[in-house]
């Protein structure tokens, strides 16, 4: 069995993408003013808008920030097989520690989130430091997130999401490793742990939105620490979109550029 291959990969995209966004900016279509214009109870301040949209167009450069991904994250590309899914191109930064025994970490992302998740705290993860552990960090772009290849078939769940990044781990030679996921990244950090024990030594969550079972298990004491009423009162708009019938929500937004600020 040949050995897996990892590549090295810039970040750098097309001059053509960049000027077909200036042109959806420029072209911003913003609802009427109304009484409640600038209210924040009923969502994004339409002047606040305005004025990201105005930054984005004219003040904001890519470029400078393409610069800095280049020169501050190591970034590869491996290809992961899943099953019934076929190959994925999977993109991922692996920032390795000085300390040559440290603990392999995978750092996986939420919705909607990427790998510059881990941007901020590498340095801290990474460093050789005698008062503490330290990791080698492997941050992926989740599939169909950032620079990754996205499935093409119905049906790829948490377990295959879990499955690939498990794969990633396994290409870079990483056969026991821990993991750090918050938001869906808490659950398919979850899901690796219970589908690869032997593998997965250990997990640190965080935005923990579900019980923390993936099957019956003797530990359904717990589930009272998660009472229904105070998981409603958290409601997230990603929740629809695991529903196929809203695959109408691609086509509506991505048109209207400026329509993701105010969820953002």
Same mark, same amino acid.
């Given at each position: 069995?040949?050995?897996?291959?990892?590549?090295?990969?810039?970040?750098?995209?097309?001059?053509?993408?960049?000027?077909?966004?200036?042109? #959806?900016?420029? %072209?911003?279509?913003?609802?009427?003013?109304?009484?409640?214009?600038?209210?924040?109870?009923?969502?994004?301040?339409? %002047?606040?808008?305005?004025?990201?949209?105005?930054?984005? @167009?004219?003040?904001?450069?890519?470029?400078?920030?393409?610069?800095?991904?280049?020169?501050?994250?190591?970034?590869?590309?491996? %290809?992961?097989?899943?099953?019934?899914?076929?190959?994925? +191109?999977?993109?991922?930064?692996?920032? #390795?520690? +000085? +300390?040559?025994?440290?603990?392999?970490?995978?750092?996986?992302?939420?919705?909607?989130?990427?790998?510059? +998740?881990?941007?901020?705290?590498?340095?801290?993860?990474?460093? #050789?430091?005698?008062?503490?552990?330290?990791?080698?960090?492997?941050?992926?772009?989740?599939?169909?997130?950032?620079?990754?290849?996205?499935? @093409?078939?119905?049906?790829?769940?948490?377990? $295959?999401?879990?499955?690939?990044?498990? @794969?990633?781990?396994?290409?870079?030679?990483? /056969? #026991?490793?821990? %993991? $750090?996921?918050? /938001?869906?990244?808490?659950?398919?950090?979850?899901?690796?742990?219970?589908?690869?024990?032997?593998?997965?030594?250990?997990?640190?969550?965080?935005?923990?939105?579900?019980?923390?079972?993936?099957?019956?298990?003797?530990?359904?004491?717990?589930?009272?620490?998660?009472?229904?009423?105070?998981? @409603?009162?958290?409601?997230?708009?990603?929740?629809?979109?695991?529903?196929?019938?809203?695959?109408? $929500?691609?086509?509506?937004?991505?048109?209207?550029?400026?329509?993701?600020?105010?969820?953002?």
């Amino acid at each position: 069995m040949s050995s897996p291959t990892i590549t090295p990969y810039r970040t750098s995209i097309p001059d053509s993408s960049l000027s077909l966004l200036t042109t #959806k900016l420029a %072209t911003t279509t913003f609802p009427p003013e109304t009484t409640f214009t600038d209210n924040w109870d009923y969502g994004a301040s339409l %002047t606040s808008l305005k004025r990201l949209v105005s930054y984005w @167009k004219n003040g904001f450069d890519w470029r400078t920030q393409e610069k800095m991904l280049n020169e501050k994250l190591p970034q590869f590309m491996t %290809t992961v097989e899943v099953e019934g899914f076929g190959e994925l +191109e999977i993109h991922f930064v692996h920032q #390795k520690s +000085e +300390e040559r025994e440290s603990i392999p970490l995978l750092f996986c992302h939420g919705w909607p989130g990427s790998f510059l +998740e881990v941007i901020k705290i590498l340095p801290l993860l990474t460093r #050789k430091d005698g008062d503490g552990p330290s990791f080698h960090v492997v941050a992926p772009s989740l599939p169909n997130f950032g620079f990754s290849e996205g499935p @093409k078939k119905p049906g790829f769940g948490i377990p $295959q999401y879990a499955e690939a990044m498990h @794969k990633v781990m396994l290409n870079l030679g990483y /056969d #026991k490793y821990v %993991t $750090q996921g918050g /938001d869906w990244g808490f659950e398919i950090t979850r899901t690796i742990g219970i589908k690869y024990p032997h593998h997965c030594l250990a997990s640190h969550l965080n935005y923990i939105e579900i019980p923390p079972l993936y099957s019956p298990h003797p530990n359904h004491p717990v589930l009272p620490l998660f009472p229904q009423p105070r998981r @409603k009162s958290r409601p997230r708009t990603h929740k629809l979109v695991p529903n196929p019938r809203l695959r109408l $929500q691609h086509p509506a937004i991505h048109p209207a550029t400026h329509a993701r600020l105010p969820f953002v």
